[in-house]
């Protein structure tokens, strides 16, 4: 076919200053941030994460132990950080993938800039706050990327007309649970990166031409597997990370039901371009794995206590399956099955959070 003959050479599959570029050119009068401003900043979230530290470990136990500053990011340089992660983690699989250029690979590598351009431009003016555990990053984990996308808290906070101390106390603690979550049980950075290895070999794995394109973007049925381990281990680091919000903030933050409020209304508005674009991209998809994993972090604590639902990251054999998800009990019988100490842990029943 035509559209298959070899051009010479290797498909590139993506161009990253093409993302960067079309990210860039559908944001509507931002600015790189100043340094001054970047470092006033960032002295005001090293005050206000200092707050939020004990009533984090108070909430998930065990010894506390310092982690790292959080940095402010404009738009402009949260695309910037975001193509560099993405980069970081298909570069290596794309030079080893090996794929003939063609006419095929031109527009195929055209729309994927045009789309990952695209996502990302509008994700810049969704996300609040991000951390970045280093996936398959050369560096170690520590010290880890915590970060604020200050454009974004700044017109939340306005427009909701929220307390901004304790919003971005509120975000800071959401991150920093995260943080916690990785630097705490190191197994997991590392079951993590092997998920994503074993995906990105299965991309490119005895594939040829059109096939190994499409299982590089779009993925192939001997993939899904692994993504639907990765969406479940996803869904409870998210989920757990919300619980530690409610519970945390609800005791130390005095504006707690207006955040809380303010954020279910921010995650339920949408216009209909948004809907749509939610739709079309995956997205509404993936918020609704992340609703699954809260649903199913609440029913344990509640049920069981703390002491259980961290059972969950003593192993990547405990971590919580697909279908656990949605069955709770199913996944406390599993890990607490011979661990006479967690069931003796366990407080009985407690009183449903009243959230969600």
Known sequence: ?????????????????????????????????????????ADRYAALAADMRQPLFDVVGGPAFEIAPFQPLGRIEWID?????????????????????????????????????????????????????????????????????EPNVAQWEQEAELPGDDLRRWLILHETT???????????????????????????????GAARLIS???????????????????SLIEGYSNLVMTLAGRRVLDSYDALEAAYRKRSD??????????KLTGLDLKL???????????????AHGMATLNLAWESAANLPRADELARPEKWVSRVTRGNVGARLASPGRRKPLPYG
Do not use: C
Request: glycine share 6%; charged share 25%; net charge positive.
């Open 178 to 208: 995260h943080a916690w979550q990785f630097q705490a049980h190191p197994w997991l950075i590392q079951y993590m990166n092997s998920a994503l290895e074993e995906l990105l070999a299965l991309a490119g794995h005895r594939r040829q």
């Open 269 to 278: 508005q949408k216009s209909p371009l948004e809907a749509l674009f939610w």
């Open 81 to 149: 950080l975001n193509v560099e992660i993405i980069r970081r983690v298909l570069d290596p699989v794309i030079a080893e993938a090996g794929i003939p250029r063609s006419r095929l690979t031109d527009t195929g590598q055209a729309a994927i800039d045009r789309y990952t351009g695209g996502m990302l431009s509008f994700l810049s003016y969704r996300v609040l706050g991000q951390f970045d555990p280093q996936l398959m990053g050369r560096e170690p984990v520590a010290p880890t990327g915590l970060y604020l996308v």
């Open 216 to 234: 590089l973007t779009v993925g192939l049925p001997s993939q899904w597997a692994t993504v639907r381990r990765m969406q479940a281990t996803m």
């Open 1 to 41: 076919m035509e559209a298959t003959r070899p051009l010479g050479g290797q498909a590139s599959v993506i161009d990253w200053d093409a993302v960067r570029r079309h990210a860039r050119r559908r944001l509507r009068q931002d600015w790189p941030m100043e340094p001054a401003e970047r470092d006033r900043l």
């Open 288 to 302: 609704q794995q992340y609703r699954n994993g809260e649903a199913f972090s609440r029913a344990v604590y509640e």
